[in-house]
C-alpha cells in the first residue's frame, strides 16, 4: 500500500472542549505512520502490538493524524508495466526567460493524462519536471505533443526515459529524527 505524507500540517489534539497543538510528531506517531508508510493494511491491532498502545488508543491518534493532514491516503502498489504501462521517463520543462508564472494552470492541466503521474516544479535550470509511464513511446510522444502544444509561453522540454529502475520506494518513510 502506498501511504502519502504531508509534513508541512499541524496535528491537532482535543482536550476537553480546548485545542492544544502542536508541531512535531512524538515518537509514538512516528512510529504509527512509519508502520502505515511501510504497510497501509496493517490493522489497528498489529499496530497497537507494535507501538505498546490499545487498539481504541491507535484508532483514535490514526484518525487525528489523518484529520491533521500527517496521513493523506492510502493506495496499492500497482506494478505499471504489468498494467500495461512499460515506458518510464522523466521531462523537464524548461520556459524562455523563466517565464513559467502563466503557464502554471497548463500544468496543473497535465493531471487529467493518466499517463502523468506527478508534476514538481524544480529549482536550477529547469521549472518542472514530470514523471510519466506510457503505454508506449507513441503515448508518451502524445502526451509531449499536448504538454508543448497547449502552452502560452514558449518552452522546451527533455525528456529521459528509464531503462531500468535499482530501487522505488513505496512512499514517504519518515525516520526518527537524530
Known amino acids: 500500500m502506498l501511504l502519502r505524507l504531508s509534513t508541512s500540517s499541524r496535528l491537532t489534539r482535543h482536550r476537553g472542549s480546548e485545542m492544544a497543538h ?5 515518537a509514538v506517531d512516528r512510529k504509527i505512520v512509519r508502520q502505515l508508510a511501510t504497510d497501509g493494511r496493517a490493522s489497528y491491532q498489529a499496530i497497537a502490538d507494535e507501538v505498546g498502545l490499545s487498539r481504541p488508543a491507535v484508532m483514535e491518534r ?11 491516503g492510502y493506495g496499492a ?3 505499471r508495466a504489468k498494467s500495461g504501462f512499460p515506458v518510464t521517463a522523466f521531462v523537464a520543462v524548461r520556459y524562455a526567460n523563466s ?3 502563466g503557464d502554471e494552470p497548463r500544468m496543473r492541466d497535465m493531471e487529467k493524462h493518466p499517463e502523468v503521474l506527478e508534476c ?7 521549472c518542472y519536471m514530470l514523471k ?3 503505454h508506449d513511446l507513441e503515448s508518451l510522444q502524445g502526451v509531449l505533443r499536448d504538454l508543448r502544444g497547449s502552452s502560452k509561453t514558449q518552452m522546451s522540454t527533455r525528456t529521459t526515459i528509464v531503462l531500468g529502475t535499482v530501487f ?3 512512499g514517504f518513510v519518515p525516520v526518527e529524527p537524530d
Do not use: F, Q, W
Open 22 to 26: 502542536k508541531t512535531e510528531l512524538d
Open 62 to 72: 490514526v484518525k487525528r493524524l489523518e484529520e491533521a493532514g500527517y496521513i493523506t
Open 77 to 79: 502498489r500497482v506494478d
Open 99 to 101: 517565464d513559467y508564472v
Open 120 to 126: 514538481h516544479h524544480v529549482a536550477g535550470e529547469d
Open 132 to 134: 510519466v509511464a506510457a
Open 168 to 170: 522505488e520506494k513505496p
